[in-house]
């Protein structure tokens, strides 16, 4: 079985820090293009970063500056380590990656709370 999981999430003050780290489980050989999105209650879900096969990275405006996406390619991990973290981060942080096991296709992962008190 191959599957994302995320972990990390928790309860955090205004200006703490939290790092996500997304595991893929399974059998697969790599993980390609990937990227965390987060969702808060009543809202869409939102990409808040990514990171490519390249090691290229993107962030959304909100969290750029403050948060860092990086991988470990012998792990075959993906992680989000999120400083000066604000109320408005508060959300259910979701990783989504693109897996070769060794074909390709996008797997979603089943979410961690992130919750920031002001």
């Known amino acids: 079985q191959v599957q994302l999981v995320e972990s990390g999430g928790g309860l955090v003050q205004t200006g703490g820090s939290l790092r996500l780290s997304c595991a893929a489980s399974?059998?697969?050989?790599?993980?390609?293009?990937a990227g965390w999105y987060r969702q808060a209650p009543g809202k869409q879900r939102e990409l808040v970063a990514r990171?490519?096969?390249?090691?290229?990275?993107n962030y959304a405006d909100s969290v750029r500056g403050r948060f860092t996406i990086s991988r470990d390619n012998a792990k075959n991990t993906v992680s989000l380590q999120m400083n000066s973290l604000k109320p408005e981060d508060t959300a259910v942080y979701y990783c989504?990656?693109?897996?070769?096991?060794?074909?390709?296709?996008?797997?979603w992962g089943q979410g961690t709370q992130v919750t920031v008190s002001s």
């Open positions: 399974g059998s697969i050989f790599s993980i390609n293009t």
């Open positions: 989504n990656a693109a897996l070769a096991t060794p074909t390709m296709r996008w797997y």
């Open positions: 990171i490519t096969s390249g090691d290229t990275t």
